[in-house]
């Protein structure tokens, strides 16, 4: 880490894209500049950093809305190194995450009753890479967890209990508080029946909160691969979703359905699967769906379809605490930084049981 104290910035190793890798590019290793901690800003060292298939998205620039050069990386763990002069819950040396966020107006109706992920402030939320979601062509951007530190405003770091792995706890960041959330949101409780749709980073950890919840959990999948390893995680059961009589069998049953799949695909097979006012939500994919949605499928039970974006800071605290009760641990893979472009190729063939998480001391 370089410092130039006159100007109150500094530098940082990090690994990035400085185009779409359309193109054929690759992640590589770069520096980026970022400010000191401000008041209420705190400075972290990180530890590890979790590999979300939105980082894929967001450097393929998939969302049109990708600002290079781009640092992913929004599960981050790390130890805080220095504080602002307003910092008051944190303390230097102490073990922590950052998610999603790392700030927010902090003053529209959003921000101020706790769903700081929904701000509708001129800028909207701070995103932890990529500057904001809707760039505003002011040039902002904000770089990720794919560095050696990072800076947040201290609302949006989060301490770490001590019951969970560091590496491990860094995928609860994102995949988990974005399944918590949808799940807390609709009352999953005990009883119900919950179907899990893709069992990748984000499923896997549906699974585990679903059932810690209470819920009859079903795993639902296109890879007979992968039932093995639900029921593992705590599925009650498989469901193959290109199997049309298992699926036919199944339709009206559920009384929601978290959905995971990160690319376009076709949601009435499943809308076809809930129960009369069963609802299902969407938290892997940002676009649109493969076909329109039937919207007879859904009124002739009074079923509902939605989406979800992350989760809140309460959120966040929450699953954090939730996972460290129930000891749900996200399966992980260890791999250094020079293994990410190899760990983009295999999330993308679906090749990783279930989240890597890189450790950043070897970019150091």
Sequence with gaps: ?????????????????????????????????????????????????GVCHSDIHQVENDWKNTIYPCVPGHEIVGRVTELGARVSNFTVGQLVGVGCMIDSCQQCKSCTSGEEQLCTGPV???????????????????????????????????????????????????????????????????????GVIGIGGLGHMGVMIAKAMGAEVTAITTNKDKIEAALELGANSVLISEDKKAMQEAEATFDFLLCTI?????????????????????????????????????AKFNRSAGASIIGSVADTKEVLEFCAKHQIIPQTEIITIDQVNDAFKKIKEEDVRFRYVIDMSSLK
């Design 1 to 49: 880490m370089k410092n130039d104290d006159t100007l109150g910035h500094f530098v940082t190793k990090a690994y990035g894209a400085t185009g779409s890798f359309i193109s054929g590019e690759k992640l590589k290793e770069m520096e980026v500049e970022r400010q000191k901690p401000q008041g209420d800003e705190v400075l972290i060292e990180v530890l590890y950093c």
């Design 124 to 194: 909207r939320m701070t995103m932890t890479y990529n500057g904001y979601f809707d760039p505003d062509g002011s040039g902002y951007n904000t770089f990720g967890g794919y560095s050696t530190h990072v800076v947040s405003n201290e609302k949006f770091v989060f301490a770490i209990p001590d019951s969970l792995p560091m590496a491990a706890a860094a995928p609860i960041l994102c995949a988990g508080v974005t399944t918590y959330a949808p799940l807390k949101d609709r009352g999953v409780t005990s009883g119900d029946k919950v």
């Design 262 to 298: 990160p690319d376009q695909f076709d949601i009435n097979p499943y809308i076809n699967l809930l129960a009369p006012r069963g609802s299902i939500v969407t938290v892997g994919l940002l676009g649109p769906y493969e076909k329109p949605i039937n919207n007879m499928e859904l």
